[in-house]
Nanobody, 115 residues
Framework: QVRLVESGGGLVQPGGSLKLSCAPS????????MAWYRQAPGKQRELVAR???????NYADSVKARFTISRDNAKNTVYLQMNSLKPEDTAVYYC?????????WGQGTQVTVSS
């Protein structure tokens, strides 16, 4: 069964940057949308950013102007460039792909912003 695999998480100081990557473990039908979600301890999972196959994007207000989502359609890969990170960005970040055959999720990657 195909799943998504995230990478790039870690510990970073406030004001720092990280880039997350997400790719399928095998062949996956083309995704109409790919997205990043995050879940902080004790909070609900929330949408961080989403990108369509045509490149249209939308972002949560809390990350606008700091995060950039991009994708490689040929590889069904999605990226999240995170700049000016804040402690409140600390969470497990999950990758999602929405296809005609259903939704796929990754196992999550931890991002911790702390001095």
């Amino acid at each position: 069964q195909v799943r998504l695999v995230e990478s790039g998480g870690g510990l970073v100081q406030p004001g720092g940057s990280l880039k997350l990557s997400c790719a399928p473990s095998g062949t996956m039908f083309g995704a109409a949308y790919m997205a990043w979600y995050r879940q902080a301890p004790g909070k609900q999972r929330e949408l961080v950013a989403r990108i369509s196959s045509a490149g249209s994007t939308n972002y949560a207000d809390s990350v606008k102007a700091r995060f950039t989502i991009s994708r490689d359609n040929a590889k069904n890969t999605v990226y999240l460039q995170m700049n000016s990170l804040k402690p409140e960005d600390t969470a497990v970040y999950y990758c999602n792909a929405h296809t005609l055959l259903g939704d796929y999720w990754g196992q999550g990657t931890q991002v911790t912003v702390s001095s």
